[in-house]
């Protein structure tokens, strides 16, 4: 960390798509990590040799987005998966994948319990375009679990289902036995919300989108534990509903919710929020686009953890001229000035300072008392 020089290097020939987790095999320091064909890579943190590799996915259609964690003698994986995507071709069979959280043995790799987020997928109904489609599907977990050791337990955020019928762990926070995976109790904060990429905002819906459809208002951040000044812990989540929401980390029961922003399918909190010194400090992403009864609210919001009341916000702004016409131009294909200028990505906090990084590639620092510009 001194000078910045290369230690080791492994070349793994594979796509990482999760950040690394450092923990710890046969006394031995070592990162953890997942690639997107749900591969986990444990690796020694001083030489980079491999220790061992484990496929994690519970079934052919999970993807890994996710880090895998640490804790105790267990690896926690989370599994989302690749039908929101390939249901956009009509001669896809819509869906059968689904989000799931596996344990694996730290020192082996071998599996120990797998917590699926539906039932598996059966035949429902044959698309317009003469496909077989199956459900339920969806729920998936796209980033890191949360651990609470103290309670043995898992906490984590799912999005949307992605064909028919809906269940009620689509779009929720939910807890798991950290020793069995069993299913301690859910939240969902929307119901019935069933979309994938064969739904269009723009135009007609493919075969393979649901009906109804849907929002697509997953959880796609990492949740957060915190304490009220009572000695209640909850959970503190953001949703692309632009909804921030607290709920009792025992029972799972609201405590409180705030609407910060419109929210869409790439708006409100996207990629998590942060807690500290009894405050909640949430992003949100949503983009400008040119729509009738649209106001969008992209910014940051401070959130008093209490109460949800608000604080201080203070809106992202583009800071220069731009549209969409400018952006799709065959000769400005990525103007200097971006369309998109929303606040997408978790804030970093500090005492003082809390810093985020907007689309356009701009880093921010405000004041984290009065939301002022540092």
């Known amino acids: 960390k001194e000078t910045g020089c290369i230690k080791w290097h492994n070349s793994l020939g594979v796509n990482l798509r999760s950040s690394l987790s450092l923990g710890e095999v046969g006394g031995k320091k070592a990162i953890f990590f997942q690639d997107g064909n749900t591969i986990v890579h444990a690796l020694d943190a001083l030489n980079g040799?491999?220790?061992?590799?484990?496929?994690?996915?519970?079934?052919?259609?999970?993807?890994?987005?996710?880090?895998?964690?640490?804790?105790?003698?267990?690896?926690?994986?989370?599994?989302?998966?690749?039908?929101?995507?390939?249901a956009g071709d009509p001669n896809y069979e819509c869906c059968k994948g689904h989000g799931a959280i596996t344990s694996l043995d730290a020192n082996t790799g071998e599996s120990l319990w797998d917590a699926h987020m539906t039932e598996n997928a059966e035949p429902t109904t044959i698309s317009s375009a003469g496909t077989q489609l199956y459900g339920p599907a969806g729920a998936p977990i796209w980033t890191t679990p949360t651990i609470d050791t103290e309670k043995n337990r898992i906490y984590f955020g799912t999005g949307e289902n992605t064909s028919a019928p809906a269940t009620d762990t689509s779009d929720a926070i939910i807890a798991l036995d950290l020793t069995t995976g069993e299913r301690l109790w859910v939240y969902q904060a929307t119901e019935q919300d069933m979309f994938n990429m064969a739904c269009s905002g723009f135009g007609k819906d493919g075969p393979n989108c649901p009906t109804p459809k849907g929002p697509d208002l997953d959880f796609g951040g990492a949740v957060s534990l915190a304490?009220?000044?009572?000695?209640?812990?909850?959970?503190?989540?953001?949703q692309k509903a632009g909804v921030v929401h607290v709920v009792n980390a025992d029972t799972g029961e609201l405590i409180w919710k705030t609407k910060i922003s419109v929210g869409s399918a790439l708006g409100g909190v996207h990629w998590g929020l942060g807690v500290a010194n009894g405050m909640v400090f949430a992003p949100s992403s949503d983009p400008p686009f040119p729509r009738p009864g649209y106001s969008p609210k992209a910014g940051l919001y401070a959130l008093d953890l209490e109460t949800g009341d608000l604080a201080w916000s203070r809106a992202a702004e583009r800071g220069c001229e731009t549209n969409m016409a400018a952006m799709r131009?065959?000769?400005?294909?990525?103007?200097?000035?971006?369309?998109?200028?929303?606040?997408?990505?978790?804030?970093?906090?500090?005492?003082?300072?809390?810093?985020?990084?907007?689309?356009?590639?701009?880093?921010?620092?405000?004041?984290?008392?009065?939301?002022?510009?540092?």
């Open 49 to 86: 040799e491999v220790i061992w590799t484990k496929k994690a996915a519970v079934m052919p259609q999970n993807m890994g987005t996710g880090s895998p964690i640490q804790t105790g003698d267990q690896i926690i994986v989370p599994l989302s998966a690749i039908d929101v995507a390939a």
């Open 329 to 374: 131009s065959q000769e400005n294909k990525w103007p200097d000035c971006s369309f998109f200028y929303g606040y997408s990505a978790a804030p970093a906090i500090t005492d003082d300072v809390v810093f985020i990084g907007a689309l356009d590639g701009k880093v921010m620092a405000f004041d984290t008392e009065t939301g002022e510009t540092v």
């Open 227 to 238: 304490q009220l000044a009572d000695g209640t812990d909850v959970i503190v989540a953001g």
